[in-house]
């Protein structure tokens, strides 16, 4: 793992750890991880089932408590922070897609577009909405509610949403894992594009080789544990990799 | 499938508890009035019961004597001394006893104020020891001596301890006699009955001679005779015996017969409140309904996946609809169980207030079967009525839905909606207009269904017009609160149905307090208005409740500097033509220079023992000048001609009017229930005031009050009667923010995700926190806006139906509905800080991954 000064570094974690439960019943989901994240990079996150890569990414973008270590997005430290400081952290410099229920279903896909700087009070940079919403081609559904939009256009409203607002970092959590292949693609290259185009952070977490082949970087957890990572990955070079790993696994239970 | 519905009504305890809470208030205040009333009806039957001796022999009264006779000038008809005499001499009569009683003799503590509980009278009666027809004695010397000769009095237990008296004490007294100062030396102390208990009348004792002297003006006679039988004759054979003695305008009467006339006039007199209490017990129910409906509905939403996978798994229809029904049952039979113990404790603290008003009932709370079958029965009946319909539609949830992630229920068209909610109201509206307008008998009931109809109507039409209402109620919200105010907004409208039926659960409360709010302003606005332009006396003297007092009142107030004239006004209840009537007694002459008093048709001549009636009274009895009518008082029967035909006004609401003389020839008492004062042109009002005031000392039972006083006191009973129907439609009102709470609670259950994507986007627990309180503020005023207009239509009715009966004013007290609209905000505040705590105390991560 390289080290990078500060200006390039959109987040980071030092020796993070989360354990669930107590005593008997203890599970250790995340070991003590310590990894940067460049800005303007896209990076993916993969491991099997049960590997820590979503509690990793939930409790980098403030949505957990830690149990041990330290988290930063930017300079900013995130486990002494109390809650109305994670939510103006998660409001100005976080973006989110979730795998599903991404949308308030009662605001119109502009206002959801707009969420965020709505809630923060923040004016809408009009130049900079137009091209985001031209990027992700819905320029004339900004008035439907989400229940009269699919899948694949829900999706491209919250990725919308996550770039909106200019966030030092977007993470998205299987943004694919509900979408047909070909809506899949569309989100995925959207996400590529804001990467190489606009020079946004992200992170996504995924278990399909495919998609984490549009990002710069691949993470593979283990365990709680980053136990590999791979650079310009290519869809085949990922799954050999998970077959590698899936093995390991195979191997770790049967002892 | 009974397992299953077991443990998934075990699984949502808090929203279904909420729902039971309230059946538990509903049915508590049925319970609570049943048992508070039974008690009282056992109290009373307990302390008036078996007073009677085996016979008696009394005046014989037109129609049937009140038990609340307080009120009442009694009569003068007398049983002659020589007439005891010649009954104790009958064969089968053991003994006879002469019987003096006056109904108003009140007992003044050291302080010189009245003792009695303001409307129970002040009882008197002669000593004597014959005994009850079951052996005993009504009286019994508890300390002191047997009052003897004039100037000695014994009082009862009770009376004693709240007097502040010691034996050897000037007691004194205010009469409605000649003479209403009366004073006496306090030589005994008597307990009444087993308990000691007279419903907070007073009761004073003294010998015979002196009771005579005191209430019937000296003469050597009697109020009623005891009669003791024999031990081998039967009480009816006497009672047929001694009444081929007496004659006409007397009566002889089994003590078994008394007791029974006693128990059904107290039974009679108590059924009114009881109805009254039962009347705000349904209210209650009826907007319980709204509450178990909304809460069920929500459920079943909820659960339509878990009903769809049951049915896909095999289970029917009828099965599904059953397992919410059985929910209902279990919620119903809780909420009852639990009611019906609060209702135990609702009777025991009206008790308790009673007693602190000077009411003491004696003994436990009196529990019938009767009351806890319909405990049972109306809680679970309501929760099963309420239940049903989310019962059927849970039914029709198709089985493929357990696949799908979306569901929506199937729900009735916005037609058949419209169109059956438009004729229930116009059903409704006519029941009220027949009920109102025509001369129905059961009016009451006919206008409580109607009203209840139109309810039920907009209820159903609520889901259609609150769309457009809630638009205009919270079109400022995105304004004035960004997207807080937008999610809000639109939060209240993503669920039409959901919102107007939690709204119309406030929406009843409010109709009525606006409507009786209404009724109450137009109230005052004729008493004021009768005030101003009826009467013209300056001054009125009167009794707070309308006890009656002695006629010397208003020879005194005559005496004072600066008086012109008294007026003095009786009243006594008699029959016209078998009717029972109230009859007002004064010289309409006179009167018409106190008060207004303008003839339609005939005049104002009562000197030769004719009737007047008021213009409607008139029209509806079928009478006019020229007409004779039989007019029945305790001690006359005859016929006598209608001589004047007037127009009915506030102070003179349209009965029969007859003369002094004539009610004094009925042998009712000559006692005033009000007197007009009539002051000298230029005399100076404060003076007079000041003179009447101490002319009227001694009677410390009357008042005497200019207009704005009295109008001030007119007013202050109209506005205590609402605050007493405020205080009780309270109830109906805490059920429908309970409706608020839970509807609110449950949507942010429902809405967990979201929440959660909110949370995640950086809203805060405060910006979330107020987007479920103005979510709670629109529906909260929305059913209060719908309710105040409900309730203005139906205040403006019910005036139009009785304004020629002493409503003729229309008040609209627009302030005073525009604070219930404002308070319904409030009420929305408040309703809101338990859902909008739950919503911001979510955990953000969980929301986010909640299936």
Excluded at chain 2, 298 to 306: F, G, P
Excluded at chain 2, 546 to 570: H, I, K, L, N
Excluded at chain 2, 789 to 815: C, D, H, K, M, R
């Amino acid at each position: 793992m390289t080290e990078l000064d500060s200006q390039s570094r959109a987040a980071r974690t030092v020796d993070l750890a989360k354990v669930y439960g107590k005593g008997d019943t203890q599970v250790v989901a995340l070991g003590g991880v310590t990894v940067d994240f460049a800005s303007g990079q896209f990076t993916a996150i993969m491991g099997p089932s049960g590997s820590g890569k979503s509690t990793l990414m939930h409790c980098m973008a403030a949505l957990d408590s830690v149990t041990r270590g330290e988290v930063y997005i930017g300079e900013t430290e995130l486990t002494r922070l109390g809650d109305a400081a994670l939510t103006r952290l998660r409001r100005d410099e976080i973006g989110f897609v979730f795998q599903a229920f991404n949308l308030v279903p009662t605001l119109s896909a502009r206002e959801n577009i707009t969420l965020p700087l709505d809630i923060a009070g923040r004016d809408v940079d009009p130049g900079w909405f137009d091209t985001v919403v031209s990027t992700v081609g819905l320029s004339d559904r900004l008035g439907h509610k989400p229940s009269e939009l699919s899948g694949g256009q829900q999706q491209r409203v919250a990725c919308a949403r996550a770039l909106v607002s200019k966030p030092s970092i977007v993470f998205a959590d299987e943004p694919t894992g509900n979408l047909d292949s070909r809506s899949g693609t569309e989100v995925l290259s959207f996400l590529r594009r804001s990467v190489r185009e606009y020079g946004q952070t992200i992170v996504m977490v995924t278990h399909d080789p495919g998609a984490a082949a549009y990002a710069d970087r691949v993470l593979f957890l283990g365990d709680g544990l980053i136990v590999d990572e791979m650079a310009d990955p290519t869809a085949d070079r990922v799954l050999e990799r998970m077959k590698g790993f899936d093995g390991l696994q195979h191997t770790a239970q049967a002892s | 499938m009974l397992r299953a519905t077991l443990k998934s009504l075990a699984a949502r305890k808090l929203r279904l508890g909420m729902s039971a809470f309230a059946i538990v208030l509903g049915v508590a205040f049925v319970v609570g009035s049943y048992v508070f009333t039974d008690t009282i009806d056992k109290t009373f039957d307990d302390i008036f019961g078996g007073l009677s001796s085996d016979v008696v022999v009394r005046a014989d009264l037109p129609g049937e004597a009140g038990f609340f006779s307080g009120f009442d000038p009694g009569t003068t008809t007398t049983v002659p001394a020589g007439l005891v005499g010649e009954i104790a001499g009958l064969p089968g009569v053991e003994r006879a006893d002469g019987e003096v009683e006056s109904q108003s003799l009140f007992v003044l503590d050291t302080e010189g104020e009245p003792i009695t509980t303001q409307g129970a009278p002040g009882v008197a009666v002669n000593w004597h020891d014959g005994p009850t027809a079951d052996g005993s004695q009504v009286l019994e010397l508890v300390d002191g001596e047997v009052p003897d000769g004039a100037g000695e009095v014994a009082l009862d237990t009770r009376t004693f301890d709240r007097s502040g008296y010691r034996i050897g004490d000037q007691v004194d007294f205010v009469s409605s006699g000649d003479t209403p100062r009366v004073s006496a030396e306090l030589v005994g102390v008597v307990r009444f009955g087993d308990s000691g208990s007279l419903a907070g009348a007073s009761l004073s004792v003294f010998d015979t001679a002196t009771a005579q002297q005191l209430f019937l003006d000296g003469r050597n006679a009697f109020s009623r005779v005891a009669v003791t039988t024999t031990d081998d004759a039967s009480a009816t054979e006497v009672r047929d015996q001694v009444a081929q003695v007496l004659p006409d305008g007397l009566e002889s009467v089994t003590g078994a017969e008394v007791d029974e006339q006693t128990a059904s006039a107290i039974e009679e007199g108590l059924s009114f409140f009881n109805t009254f209490l039962l009347v705000f017990a349904a209210i209650a129910l009826f907007v319980g309904v709204f509450l178990i409906l909304n809460t069920f509905s929500i459920l079943v939403a909820q659960r339509s996946q878990e009903m769809a996978l049951l049915r896909a798994l095999g289970a029917g229809r009828r099965q599904v609809t059953r397992s919410v029904l059985v929910e209902a049952v279990v919620v119903g039979l809780v909420g009852s169980t639990v009611g019906l113990a609060l209702g135990l404790g609702v009777a025991q603290l009206l008790k308790v207030l009673f007693g602190a008003f000077g009411l003491e009932l004696g003994g436990g709370l009196v529990v019938l079967p009767r009351t806890i079958v319909v405990a049972y029965a109306v809680g679970v009946l309501v929760t099963m009525v309420a239940a049903f319909v989310p019962a059927r539609r849970a039914a029709r949830v198709p089985p493929v839905a357990a696949m799908r992630d979306d569901v929506v229920l199937p729900e009735s068209s916005r037609q058949t909606r419209t169109g059956v909610g438009s004729v229930i109201i116009a059903g409704g509206a006519a029941a009220m207009l027949v009920g109102l307008f025509t001369g129905v008998g059961n009016a009451a009931l006919v206008v409580g269904l109607g009203i209840l109809a139109v309810f039920v109507g907009v209820a159903m039409l609520a889901p259609i017009i609150s769309v457009p209402v809630i638009r205009v109620l919270a079109g400022w919200y995105p304004k004035a609160f960004g997207t807080v105010g937008r999610l809000a907004r639109e939060n209240a409208l993503r669920n039409p149905r959901r919102t107007a039926a939690t709204a119309s659960a406030l929406m009843i409360g409010m109709a009525l307090v606006s409507a009786i709010s209404i009724v109450g302003a137009s109230a005052n606005a004729t008493v004021d208005r009768a005030l101003d332009d009826g009467v013209r006396a300056q001054f009125v003297i009167s009794n707070a409740v309308g006890q009656p007092f002695s006629p010397d009142v208003a020879r005194q107030a005559a005496q004072v500097d600066g008086v012109a004239e008294t007026v003095s006004v009786r009243a006594a209840p008699g029959q016209v033509d078998g009717r029972t009537v109230y009859l007002q007694a004064f010289d309409p002459e006179a009167f018409s220079r106190a008060a207004e008093l303008e003839f339609v048709d005939g005049d104002g001549d009562l000197g030769g023992g004719g009737v007047l009636v008021g213009e409607d009274t008139a029209e509806s009895d079928g009478v006019a000048v020229g007409d004779e009518v039989r007019l029945s008082l305790p001690g006359s029967d005859e016929t006598v001609p209608v001589v004047g035909v007037y127009t009915q006004s506030p102070v003179l609401s349209g009965g029969y009017v007859v003369s002094q003389q004539t009610l004094a020839e009925g042998a009712v008492p000559p006692v005033d229930s009000l007197v007009y004062v009539v002051t000298e042109d230029g005399a100076d009002p404060a003076a007079v005031q000041n003179g009447l005031d101490e002319a009227t000392a001694d009677v410390p039972t009357v008042t005497v009050q200019d207009q704005e006083a009295y109008k001030q006191q007119s007013r202050d009973q109209v506005n205590q009667l609402l605050s007493l129907v405020y205080a009780l439609l309270g109830l109906a009102v805490l059920i429908a923010i309970l409706g608020i709470v839970n509807t609110l609670a449950l949507s942010v259950m429902e809405r967990t995700r979201e929440v959660g994507l909110l949370r995640a986007v950086g809203l805060s627990r405060r910006q979330l926190r107020r987007t479920v309180r103005l979510e709670s503020i629109v529906i909260a005023v929305l059913g209060a806006v719908l309710g105040v207009a409900l309730g203005v239509v139906f205040g403006i009715a019910l005036q139009q139906a009785v304004s020629g009966q002493g409503l003729e004013v229309l008040a609209l007290p627009a302030g005073r509905l525009a604070v219930f609209v404002v308070l319904a905000g409030v009420v929305g505040v408040l309703a809101a800080v338990w859902p909008a705590r739950r919503a911001a105390k979510l955990d953000v991560l969980r929301a986010i991954t909640t299936e």
